[in-house]
Nanobody, 113 residues
């Protein structure tokens, strides 16, 4: 059974930082690109970051320069470091393995003044 489990969400002030983790079980992420998505109430789920199997990152324009995606294949884990957080970053953040269609359950990030 494949599972992607996110952690690290929470409440943070505007301008603060937060780090998310996504641990995979039941599958090795080594051969796969991985992605982070987010969804705010009333909005479509959007991709915020992607990292290839070789570790090459890509970001949505809205988070470029503030978010950093990384991976540790030895730990079967993908990370999302979020800095300079804005109120617009408030959302449920999901880990995704695109080529296999797996999603995590999501973790809430709330950015508040």
């Amino acid at each position: 059974q494949v599972q992607l489990v996110e952690s690290g969400g929470g409440l943070v002030e505007i301008g603060g930082s937060l780090g998310l983790s996504c641990v995979a079980s039941g599958i090795s992420i080594r051969p796969y690109g991985m992605a982070w998505y987010r969804q705010s109430p009333g909005k479509q789920r959007e991709e915020v970051a992607h990292i290839t199997n070789l570790g090459n990152p890509d970001y949505a324009d809205s988070v470029k320069g503030r978010f950093t995606v990384s991976r540790d294949n030895t730990k079967n884990t993908v990370y999302l470091e979020m800095d300079k957080l804005k109120s617009d970053d408030t959302a449920v953040y999901y880990c995704h393995l695109p080529t296999r269609g797996y999603w995590g359950q999501g973790t809430q990030v709330t950015v508040s003044s």
